[in-house]
């Protein structure tokens, strides 16, 4: 029964070695960079506008709704987002400044910047 109790230690041990490693591997990794840049609402037509963009594990797709020359939604269909689903907040600062030139969400910056950039896509494309 003793030597059952310290296989199963050992075994516990390792498993939290492991993770512990795991965790801060993630951590050290660094954001990809993803390039915004701002669109011109001004030259967008009326109507319903399609993008999608990914990067490394995120992706997402939605559609943006504009109408005289605003912003007036952003609907997210898909957002495969890891940790980042607070990012989709951003979609609020998005609408209420009418520009893509936002604060990203603190701990959601790759996810906040995928969704910013799936925006620049539906209205450029």
């Known amino acids: 029964m003793k030597k059952g109790f310290k296989i199963f230690g050992i075994v516990v041990l390792a498993f939290v070695i492991l993770l512990g490693g795991a965790f801060f591997y993630i951590k ?37 709704e504009v109408k005289d020359n605003k912003i007036i939604d952003i609907i997210i269909k898909e957002h495969q987002n890891g940790l980042g689903k607070k990012a989709e907040k951003i979609i609020d600062d998005i609408k209420s400044k009418q520009s893509l030139t936002v604060d990203v969400v603190s701990g959601a910056t790759l996810s906040s910047n995928v969704i910013r950039r799936a925006v620049q896509e539906a209205l450029t494309n």
């Open 28 to 64: 050290s990794q660094e954001v990809p960079h993803v390039q915004v840049s701002n669109v011109e609402l001004d030259n967008i037509k009326d109507g319903s506008y399609e993008g999608e963009f990914s990067e490394g594990l995120v992706k997402v797709n939605l559609s943006v």
